[in-house]
């Protein structure tokens, strides 16, 4: 009997030994790491306090269906104890032992499996901002190594070299006279600096950002947010620009503006962003191998109806295989040489968890492509404390 518990506390999944009550008798060790509860703790609380679809009024009902089926399954969402909610497979067997009822749950994370994707998805987008980051310090490192600021020494070793006669130097000397014109000049050069320069920065710091934005999704396992404030679907779309300025501006690529300035959406920030700038990087490597020159990448914003707005990229590249098409999306599928077939099919996803669609369209070979991302203009994430009113089908 020892040697069977010692099995189960180290089991892989949460295991939970239930009573008719729906109070945990029995929790393993996987159970209290998921959980985040003590083993004291977790005995001391029922079911309904980890499964956010099953309250404590709804109990009484479901223990009710439980013999009539004996061994089960359904899905739920389970909450721990510091309230982060996440997605749970939960397989349920019924015994009675001493005249009493009890329920054996294993629970498995429901995203477990798809931790190796997300990480390597996050990798490969990381890629692509880091890309842009490096550019931008690059050209910030430029600006200092050959800024006009460092002519400032030669006039003050002319200035040293006349400090006894330095009236007369600049009033009747031809170099004397040069000096208040080329500090006139040599100012206005040196602010023009630091304006691209601070541009520059800010750009480093939005990629940077971004960045931390994807690192933070990822680490909360694909736990839902809410985003309640309307953003403009220009600032989106330009600051994914911004995010892949290395892919766009090192290929010599003309951007081209549609934009439906009034459009704005509720959404996640984070994930639109990923998307876009996953697209606009696609589009700049599609011109690259397809031309040589008139390289344009267009980018379009409008809305279908009031519900809903369409975000396009559209260049005029290489172009997609009619028979590729309907393979675009899948993951691991690649024509580019060095690819890894994860951007697209990465992106197709965090379209669908935005409530959204992304597809394709290209006429062969030659002719380009449009990826066209659809958003709702409101998209309102699943609340944590909210329940779903329609029964789950996988229960009894």
Same mark, same amino acid.
């Given at each position: 009997?020892?040697?069977?518990?010692?099995i189960?506390?180290?089991?892989?999944?949460?295991?939970?030994?239930?009573?008719?009550?729906?109070?945990?008798?029995?929790?393993?060790?996987?159970?209290?790491?998921?959980?985040?509860?003590?083993?004291?703790?977790?005995?001391?609380?029922?079911?309904?306090?980890?499964?956010?679809?099953?309250?404590?009024?709804?109990?009484?009902?479901?223990?009710?269906?439980?013999?009539?089926?004996?061994?089960?399954?359904?899905?739920s969402?389970?909450?721990?104890?510091?309230?982060?909610?996440?997605?749970?497979?939960?397989?349920?067997?019924?015994f009675e032992?001493?005249?009493?009822?009890?329920?054996?749950?294993?629970?498995s994370?429901?995203?477990?499996?798809d931790?190796?994707?997300?990480?390597?998805?996050?990798?490969?987008?990381?890629?692509?901002?880091l890309?842009?980051?490096?550019?931008?310090?690059?050209?910030?490192?430029?600006?200092?190594?050959y800024?006009?600021?460092?002519?400032?020494?030669?006039?003050?070793?002319?200035?040293?070299?006349?400090?006894?006669?330095?009236?007369?130097?600049?009033?009747?000397?031809?170099?004397?006279?040069?000096?208040?014109?080329?500090l006139?000049?040599?100012?206005?050069? @040196? *602010?023009?600096? /630091?304006?691209?320069? $601070?541009? &520059?920065?800010?750009?480093? #710091?939005?990629?940077?950002? !971004?960045?931390?934005?994807?690192?933070?999704?990822?680490?909360d396992?694909?736990?839902?947010c809410?985003?309640?404030?309307?953003?403009?679907?220009?600032?989106?779309?330009?600051?994914?620009?911004?995010?892949?300025?290395?892919a766009?501006?090192?290929?010599?690529?003309?951007?081209?503006?549609?934009?439906?300035?009034?459009?704005?959406?509720?959404?996640?920030?984070?994930?639109?962003?990923?998307?876009?700038?996953n697209?606009?990087?696609?589009?700049?490597?599609?011109?690259?191998?397809?031309?040589?020159?008139?390289?344009?990448?267009?980018?379009q914003?409008?809305?279908?109806?009031?519900?809903?707005?369409?975000?396009?990229?559209?260049?005029?590249?290489?172009? @997609? *295989?009619?028979e /590729?098409?309907?393979? $675009?999306? &899948?993951?691991?599928?690649? #024509?580019?040489?060095?690819? !890894?077939?994860?951007?697209?099919?990465?992106?197709?996803?965090?379209?669908?968890?935005?409530g959204?669609?992304l597809?394709?369209?290209?006429?062969?070979?030659?002719?380009?492509?449009?990826?066209?991302?659809?958003?709702?203009?409101?998209?309102?994430a699943?609340?944590?404390?909210?329940?779903?009113?329609?029964?789950?089908?996988?229960?009894?």
């Open positions: 009997m020892t040697t069977a518990i010692s189960v506390n180290r089991a892989p999944e949460s295991v939970y030994l239930v009573d008719e009550q729906g109070r945990f008798c029995y929790v393993n060790d996987e159970a209290c790491g998921v959980s985040g509860y003590s083993r004291e703790e977790l005995l001391s609380l029922r079911i309904s306090d980890l499964d956010q679809d099953l309250s404590i009024q709804d109990w009484p009902a479901f223990w009710s269906e439980i013999p009539k089926h004996c061994t089960f399954s359904y899905e969402w389970h909450r721990t104890k510091h309230g982060q909610v996440f997605p749970v497979e939960v397989a349920v067997k019924y032992c001493n005249g009493r009822g009890f329920i054996l749950d294993l629970v994370d429901a995203t477990r499996g931790r190796e994707e997300l990480a390597t998805t996050a990798i490969h987008d990381i890629g692509n901002v890309n842009g980051l490096k550019v931008s310090t690059s050209r910030a490192l430029s600006m200092l190594r800024s006009k600021a460092s002519s400032l020494t030669r006039v003050v070793d002319l200035l040293d070299a006349h400090t006894v006669d330095m009236a007369a130097f600049i009033s009747a000397d031809p170099k004397g006279k040069q000096i208040p014109i080329f006139k000049n040599l100012a206005k050069q @040196i *602010a023009e600096e /630091n304006m691209e320069l $601070i541009a &520059e920065l800010r750009g480093a #710091t939005e990629k940077v950002e !971004h960045i931390r934005s994807i690192v933070n999704r990822h680490q396992r694909g736990i839902f809410d985003v309640t404030e309307p953003v403009p679907a220009v600032e989106l779309v330009e600051a994914a620009l911004r995010i892949a300025t290395a766009v501006e090192s290929r010599e690529v003309h951007v081209i503006r549609r934009f439906e300035q009034t459009v704005r959406i509720v959404t996640d920030t984070t994930k639109v962003l990923q998307i876009l700038v697209l606009i990087t696609n589009a700049s490597q599609a011109l690259e191998q397809g031309r040589q020159t008139d390289r344009k990448l267009t980018l914003i409008r809305s279908e109806d009031a519900r809903r707005v369409q975000i396009s990229v559209a260049d005029n590249g290489i172009g @997609i *295989a009619l /590729n098409l309907p393979r $675009i999306f &899948e993951p691991g599928f690649t #024509t580019r040489t060095g690819g !890894h077939g994860l951007g697209l099919c990465g992106s197709a996803r965090l379209a669908k968890e935005l959204g669609d597809r394709v369209t290209s006429n062969g070979l030659g002719q380009g492509a449009v990826f066209t991302l659809e958003l709702l203009v409101q998209n309102v699943r609340s944590h404390d909210s329940k779903d009113e329609t029964s789950n089908p996988h229960r009894p």
